[in-house]
Structure formats: structure tokens, C-alpha cells
């Protein structure tokens, strides 16, 4: 917290600020026909100073003062919003309780120059705060706090891996069990985790056979699945006092030479990802990675025989883009309180890599997830059986493995301080399991 309010009181002072407003955010509405409300997404710089995810809630930094935490707690006998699984930060705020929106908006500060931190502008105007309030170029350097982790949030992320390592375990065994759907190792999962679907960081993609050539399939079969040689990509992760896992693992399950050969294919992204993992280091930048991310693939393509060997060099695939056809997103993100955080794209990604959203270069105390993935995605494989270096692709090979939809390994990775030092796999110290042929 003391290394927070250097950094607001820092970032104020800069941008003609006295002090902050930090909103937790407003219930949206299910349907404007209804009067149901999604739970609260709080709005992640909030979460920063206070893991609560209450409606309407305000943080107060004022520097060289306590922060103040204005907590609205309406008496509603139809709902309250849940407890913070843990109370330790309190301490570290002035709390005021106030019954309704009037109380918030007399517990701010006035006659200041205010920051509004928040995505609700209406709720800037209730709070009396004038259009300056809310600074782009403030927002961005509040965000740019969150970069690099303290030891307190990669503690937070470490046991959010944890957490998901045991949801993650009862789906593979689930899987391999067999008769099961989607939506059962969905549920699975949120059993495993004690988590409600609202809770997860992100929707579970949960993602058996062909489905997992759609990179965020969330409309889950319900039919249990009739056995026999399939794939289940499980892309799941949990939080930790906001902070959130992201992890995906890619198993396997019955016997043929297909199976064998997307078994083998697992096995040799796991084994690419481990490298890529080991080679997150300071300096480079993140594009570099994944840059090299996409050699890797190319050799790994031209191993599994998708690429025939001698067919075409590794730089003439490259530029030909098969690998872009196999893999289209990104090798990975930044991770934190967002899923995708934020902080680490503050330059665009060259055009050849549209969907990559981290391009920082690397630096101590930064934490990426590093996800590569082959897919069998027919719209992006088409134009590849047509142009000019069709010929140089095992399409009978591709074809056989098409029913497994495709493989991804995630795990959440923290640039060490050290340049000696190998970077820190939160998710591989709980959890090494990488799917592969059973
Ligand atoms: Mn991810």
C-alpha cells in the first residue's frame, strides 16, 4: 500500500491532481426490459487499493494522508453483495459505512482538483466532480503502476494458479474418465475451484475435439461425449484478491494413429512452450518472443510431418505464413488484476502479428502468460490448400488431425530480477502436467 500511494502521489503531482476518486463500479443491467443486474466486474484500479467488488464503493488518496475507503452498504432485503474473502487490507484504509449514494458523494472530497478513476461518467457528474476530472493521460499513467508486480501481487497470482491447478486436475481426470460434456467438465471445473460461472477471471472455454479450432468456444455441448479417441482444450483460470490465473492445457484421449500423431503433436508444444517460457527474460521485446515463437512452430510443423521435409526452407514458410494459418493469436499477455493487463502494448504490434497484445519490452517483475497453440481452422487453412506452397503441406496428415481441433498450452510466467535466473513458472510449480497421449 506505501508503494502504491508513491506512485499516485507521483502521478497526481504530474498531471495537476490534489487527489484521486476511484469508483468500484456500477451494476449493469441485464436487459433494459428487465431489472436484473450482472454482478460486479469492479473496476480494476479500485481493486488495486481494495479487493471488494461492491457496487458504488469510492477510494480516497489525498498524498501524505490515509487512504479512505467510503463503503456503501444499502439496507436491501432483496440482495447484498459478497464478503471480500479476506479483511487484512483494511487496515490500511480509513473506513466510513454510509446508507445510501447521498452518503458516498458527502464522504468525497471538494474544492480540489479531483482525478475520477472510473469507467461511469455519470457517476463522476453525481459525485460533483466537472469534466477534467476524468484525464486519459492520468488513467494511462496509473495504469502504467500496474506493470510491474510487487511481491505481495505475485504472491496473489501464484496461489490464483494454485487455485486453478486443482480445477484443472479434476477436468483431465474427468475427461479421461470419459462419458462426460462440455458443460459437465464445466461444472466440473467451478466444483473444483468453489467458484460461481460469474467468479471465474474469465469464461471457461471448454472445448472437446473439433470445438477447440474455435479459440474461445463457450457454448458447451450437453451431450455426454459416446467415447473413443478425442481431445479436451481446457483454457481456465481462478483469482486471488482480484488477481487472476490464465491457464490452458490440452489432453488427449484413446488409441489410433490419430491419436497418436495429435498426441505427438501436444507433446511437442509443450516441449516448444517450455523453451519459450525459459527464454522470457529481460531486454528483449515481447514481440521478439513471439517472433521466435513462430520459428519454433515452423520446425515443430515440418517434425510432426505437416510440412514436408524439404519442401520449403523455414524462412520461405514463414513467409508464406503457414504458421500464422496454425497459430493466429498472440504468444501471449500481460497478467494481473485484467486478464489482459495492462501496460505491456503501449506500441501496436507490426502488422503481420494483428492479434498480439503485448509488445513491452521485458523488464524485471513484469508477468506474461506465454500460450502458444497449433489449430485446425478451416478459414484460415483455406487459402493454404490453394496458393502457392499447398504443395509443400501434408493435407491428408492435416485432415486426420482436424477432428481434434487444435492444442494450447498456458502457463503464467514473472520476469525475474536476475539475468541469470530463469524466469518464474507460477502455474508449472503447481501444476506440470501437460495432457500428451494417455
Ligand atoms: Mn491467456
Known amino acids: 500500500m506505501a508503494h502504491l500511494s508513491v506512485g499516485y502521489a507521483a502521478v497526481l503531482a504530474r498531471h495537476g491532481f490534489d487527489a484521486a476518486v476511484l469508483h468500484s463500479g456500477r451494476l449493469q443491467k441485464r436487459s433494459s426490459f428487465d431489472d436484473q443486474y450482472w454482478p460486479l466486474r469492479a473496476v480494476p484500479h479500485f481493486q488495486h487499493w481494495a479487493p471488494l467488488a461492491w ?22 432485503f432483496w440482495e447484498q453483495p459478497a464478503e471480500p474473502e479476506a479483511d487484512f487490507w483494511l487496515q490500511a484504509f480509513d473506513v466510513r459505512d454510509v446508507a445510501d449514494a447521498g452518503g458516498v458523494r458527502d464522504a468525497l472530497p471538494s474544492g480540489q482538483r479531483i482525478a475520477f478513476v472510473g469507467d461511469d461518467d455519470e457517476r463522476r457528474v453525481d459525485w460533483g466532480l466537472d469534466a477534467h476530472a476524468r484525464d486519459a493521460a492520468t488513467i494511462r499513467a496509473l495504469d502504467a503502476l500496474r506493470t510491474t508486480k510487487t511481491p505481495y501481487e505475485i504472491a496473489c497470482l501464484a496461489e490464483a494458479n494454485r487455485r486453478a491447478a486443482g480445477g484443472h486436475r479434476a477436468v483431465r481426470d474427468a475427461f479421461l474418465a470419459g462419458g462426460v460434456s462440455e458443460l459437465d467438465l464445466h461444472l466440473t471445473f467451478l466444483r473444483a475451484t468453489a467458484q460461481d460461472d460469474s467468479e471465474t477471471p474469465y469464461k471457461n472455454i471448454v472445448a472437446v475435439g473439433r470445438n477447440a479450432a474455435v479459440l474461445h468456444h463457450i457454448a458447451y455441448g450437453r451431450r455426454p461425449d459416446a467415447g473413443g479417441a478425442t481431445s479436451l482444450l481446457l483454457d481456465a483460470g481462478a483469482t486471488c484478491l482480484g488477481y487472476a490465473a490464465d491457464v490452458t492445457r490440452t489432453w488427449t484421449r ?23 517460457c525459459d527464454q522470457v527474460e529481460r531486454g528483449p521485446s515481447f514481440e521478439t518472443l513471439h517472433d521466435a515463437c513462430h520459428v519454433a512452430l515452423t520446425h515443430l510443423l515440418a517434425d510432426i510431418g505437416v510440412l514436408r521435409r524439404g519442401s520449403l526452407s523455414v524462412e520461405g514458410a514463414l513467409a508464406a505464413g503457414v504458421s500464422r494459418a496454425f497459430l493466429p493469436h498472440g504468444l501471449g499477455h500481460s497478467l494481473g488484476l485484467q486478464v489482459h493487463d495492462v501496460g505491456c502494448a503501449l506500441r501496436p504490434p507490426r502488422p503481420d502479428n494483428p492479434w498480439l497484445r503485448a509488445t513491452v519490452d521485458i523488464a524485471p517483475g513484469h508477468v506474461f502468460t506465454i500460450e502458444p497453440g497449433v489449430y485446425f481452422i ?22 486426420a488431425l482436424a477432428p481434434f481441433g487444435g492444442v494450447r498450452i498456458e502457463d503464467d510466467v514473472v520476469v525475474p530480477a536476475d539475468p541469470l535466473a530463469r524466469a518464474r513458472n507460477l502455474t508449472r510449480e503447481q501444476f506440470d502436467d501437460a495432457g500428451g497421449p494417455v
Open 55 to 76: 457496487p458504488d464503493c469510492a477510494v480516497v488518496f489525498e498524498p501524505g494522508r490515509r487512504p479512505l475507503l467510503v463503503r456503501l452498504r444499502t439496507v436491501d
Open 378 to 399: 478451416e478459414s484460415l487453412l483455406a487459402p493454404l490448400r490453394v496458393g502457392p506452397v499447398a504443395g509443400a503441406l501434408d493435407w491428408a496428415l492435416v485432415d
Open 254 to 276: 484413446g488409441s489410433g494413429a490419430a491419436a497418436a500423431a495429435f498426441g505427438g503433436l501436444v507433446a511437442g508444444v509443450d516441449a516448444m512452450q517450455r523453451r519459450l
